[in-house]
C-alpha cells in the first residue's frame, strides 16, 4: 500500500481532465480517461529535458563503468600497498556531499570553458558515482576464486586477457548494479543540472519538472503528473531490466 497508494495517484492524475481532478478529488477513480496530459506536457518542451537526460545517464553510465572496472580488478589483483591506500583514499570519497564541492566544481568548469553543456553535468556525475561503483566492483571481483586467476596465467593469459574472458562474464551482476545505480542517480540529478547548465536547451527532467511546475502554477495537476509519469518511466525500465542482479551485486564479498 505504500508504494501502490502513491503510484495509482500519480498514474490515475495524469489520465483525467482538470475538472474531472477538482471536483471528484485525488483518489477517485477517473470517470473519463485522457491522454491531453502528457500531449500537453510533451508539446511545452518537456521531450527535450527527457533528451538530455537520457544523454546524460547513459554517458555517466558508460564513463563510470569504463574507469570503474579497470580499477576494481587493479585493486584486486595489485599486491602494492600504494594501490591498497589509494583504494582508501577513494573510499573518502563516499563521504563527501556534492553540495560541500559545487563551488570547486563550477570554477573549474567554467575555466574548462564547458559551462552550460551536457558534459558539463555529466563529468561530476559520473565523479562522484565512481567511488560506490568501485567499491561494489571491488567486492564482485573478490567473489572470483584465486585459482581461476591464477589458472588462466599459467595458461599465458595476459592481465588485459583475464580482465576479458574471465572477469567479466563473473562480474556482471556487480555490473548491473553498478549501471542501475549509477543511472538512478544521474536521471535524478538535479544540483549539477542547476548550478552548471542555463539555457532552456540543456535543461534535463529534474529542473524540467520543476520549471514546469512554476508554470503550471499548481493549477494543472493532471499535467504535472503527466510529466512525472514520463520522467518515471525510464526508471522504471531500468529497474526492471537489473532487477535480478541488484541485490547479489550490492552483497557480493560480505560473506568473507
Known sequence: ???????????????RERSDYLDSGP?????????????????SGFATYLWNSLVVTVATVLLVLALALPAAYAIVRSRSRWVAAGF??????LAIPAQATIVPVYLLITRMHLYDTLTAVV????????????LVLTSTMRDIPGELYEAMTV???????ILRALVLPLTRPGLVTVGVYTALGAWNGFIFPLVL??????RTVTLGLWNYQGQQ?????????????????????????GRRHLLSGLTAGFGK
Open 1 to 15: 500500500m505504500v508504494v501502490a497508494v502513491p503510484l495509482y495517484y500519480v498514474l490515475a492524475a495524469s489520465l
Open 27 to 43: 483518489l477517485s477513480v477517473p470517470r473519463h480517461m485522457v491522454l491531453s496530459n502528457y500531449r500537453t506536457v510533451l508539446d
Open 155 to 161: 595458461d599465458g593469459a595476459g592481465p588485459a586477457h
Open 217 to 241: 502554477g499548481g493549477v494543472n495537476v493532471p499535467a504535472t503528473m503527466a510529466a512525472v509519469v514520463l520522467s518515471l518511466l525510464p526508471l522504471l525500465a531500468a529497474y526492471l531490466f
Open 197 to 202: 547548465t542555463q539555457s532552456d536547451a540543456r
Open 88 to 93: 582508501s583514499v577513494m573510499l573518502m570519497g
Open 123 to 134: 563529468l561530476p556525475t559520473a565523479a562522484f558515482a565512481l567511488p560506490m561503483a568501485i
